[in-house]
């Protein structure tokens, strides 16, 4: 079976219970599914940071991603340019 060549966009979203991270989470879940036909979110994950203080601090984040059937190799500056709109 050949290797394929993927493109994964994810986006790291806080989990806390605030509407504007609710909405964001959202805006990725809708563009995602009607740009590329669907996407995965993955909830409640557990993670970590290093504050400016330089202490490590507990973050509760949740995952969106979608994979696109892209090769990168080939559609590096489409691809870029795209995750770079979503900023």
Known sequence: ???LERVRVEAYIPDLPS???RDLLLSFEEEFTFAFGGCTIVRGLDGSYLSQQGTKTPDRINLIYTDLPVAL????DKVARYADELK
């Open 1 to 3: 079976m050949p290797l």
């Open 19 to 21: 509407i504007a991270y």
């Open 73 to 76: 190799s080939i559609n590096f």
